[in-house]
């Protein structure tokens, strides 16, 4: 993990603000999701995409019914009927 070599305080609400060029340089807009992670002794910030709930794909990713399944699960839920 290389270190942005920036230093931000934490706010009385729990807030800290990523500085402008990061979220430039990470395509990162107001009001985008973002994802927490934790690892280790670590809090890891990623722009959120979602995720196939069933394998994991990133790739070509709907919304069914509030979750999220990729093109390929689709197609194989469909060979079932």
Excluded at 11 to 39: A, T, W
Excluded at 44 to 68: A, Q
Aim: proline fraction near 5%; aromatic fraction near 6%; include cysteine.
């Amino acid at each position: 993990m290389k270190p942005a070599g920036v230093v931000r305080k934490v706010d009385q609400l729990g807030r800290i603000v990523l500085p402008k060029s990061l979220r430039k340089r990470y395509m990162m807009n107001e009001g985008d999701p973002v994802e927490i992670f934790v690892q280790a002794d670590h809090i890891i910030l990623e722009r959120y995409r979602p995720k196939c709930v069933f394998c994991g794909s990133m790739t070509e990713v709907s919304e069914f019914k509030e979750r999220d399944v990729c093109n390929v699960c689709i197609g194989e839920m469909q060979q079932l009927n």
